[in-house]
């Protein structure tokens, strides 16, 4: 017989196997000698009053024995059967790759950065000398953005498909088990790499392809139909199914695509900038406490804000976190945020953005949206001086309209400038965080303070251009056997749900081939 029950424990006792057994009996009726086993669902941590407990759902098993469910995925060999491109491997890249295989199709993956390893050479050289390569990057190369920027798993993509199968996907290829249960799932910058190397190695070893520093760089159409692509300008690779899954980054695809007549939109994304508080005040904040329990993870928040009937929130959270500089072409700032696994950092860091609609930039220009982001990215560069310095400004001195005479410590390495951020912000970006930032001090005491940083710019929260495609068959409308995929055709906002909508393509293409 097996039951669900939910339980509630003191941090310290989160983890004492003994303790859980004991709350599971008394909240049960069951006595401990009749529970065979118990299994956690789900976990999370609640902090809404001064008690701070984790919340558990658990399953028993009552006077059963327990027979572990081996849920690994084993892969065909597909060495020989219909090919399957797909541009860009990152999370939606590499889930569709592993659903082709599933499905009886063999993947080839194309990936203009490099392997996981060769990119750490790279991201050496953004932090230490400012330089970047606009072929491997943070946002270029094996895994995509997600590899060395956090990889955090918390999705609201539940109905968009199995999250449970991407999950254990992960657990397959190296990931910790907790990731299953826990509320805010998280992997960790540092782990990441192993688990991307360990999914390629089992693409190969299934029959499938995976090829880095090979670049998109045409399409091969003929009436209507896609027929396959063309590599590095010189090479061509076959297939009447091709899945474009290159991020939110990839400016040159929506410019190919634009110039071959190929319809894109022009799509609102969010723009603002990164912050950066001492980790401890966001401990005392959210956990009503002087000092954080050891038996808790650093802190995390969520704060969403209407000023003048625009949207300000916060996204993309790094409890323990650093700044990184994630551009990808010369002379721009773009930062983003990233956890390694123990979150141990002494920072906490947050996008707070502001959304940006269409009627805030003018015209028909599908690609009007992506040149008003690369503008703002440009001035950011200018003030900060190169080499990837970054323009930046305390918090209380932002709101208050004065430069900072200094700037406090901080996590990014490149550098922080202080500058007036009113200079590179669009003034309705600047004018709604100047009202929310004092609304999210009320909401969250501590944190409207001179010791937090604003890092500029936080401005690829999302793909400012939308790549159409049919709902029922995911082909563009216009191209058939052209799967636009995941956060750079506007269709996905992360890692899980990226990956999702790598399955999805997958699927879609394996029930076209069936009519």
Known sequence: MQKDIEITLVPS???DQKAILESLSLASGVKQSQITHFKILKRSIDARSRKV????????????EYVPENQFFKYAKVADNKKVIIVGAGPAGLFAALQCIENGLKPIVVERGKDVKQRRRDLAAINKLGIVNTESNYCYGEGGAGTYSDGKLYTRSNKRGDVNKILQLFVQHGADEDIMVDARPHIGTNKLPHIITAIRETIIEAGGEVLFDTKLT?????EGAVQGIVINHEQELYATSVILATGH??????????SKNILIEAKPFALGVRIEHPQNIIDQAQYHCD??????????YSLVEQVKNRGVFSFCMCPGGIIAPC?????????????PSKRNNP??????????????VQGYDPLRMLQFQAEIEQKAFEAGGGNLVAPAQRMVDFVENRLSIDL?????????????????????????????????????????????ILVGVESRTSSPVRIPRDKETFQHPQVKGLYPCAEGAGYAGGIVSAAIDGVNCANAILNQAKH
Do not use: H
């Open 291 to 300: 000092i954080r329990s050891e038996f808790l993870p650093p802190a995390y």
């Open 408 to 452: 406090p410590k901080n996590s990014y390495l490149p550098g922080t400038k202080s500058v007036m951020l009113d200079n590179i912000l669009p003034d309705f970006v600047s004018e709604s965080l100047r009202g929310a930032l004092p609304l999210f001090g009320r909401k969250m005491k501590g944190y409207y303070t001179n010791d937090a």
């Open 53 to 64: 407990v984790y919340r558990m759902q658990v399953r028993i098993f009552i006077d059963e």
């Open 249 to 258: 980054s990839a400016r040159d695809i929506y410019e190919l695509l634009n």
């Open 218 to 222: 045409d399409l091969i159409i003929k």
């Open 13 to 15: 006792k989160a983890d």
């Open 347 to 360: 920072y906490a860091n947050s996008g707070t953005v502001v959304q940006i609609t269409l009627d805030d």
């Open 327 to 339: 551009a990808t072409g010369l002379d721009e700032i773009v930062v983003n945020g990233w956890s």
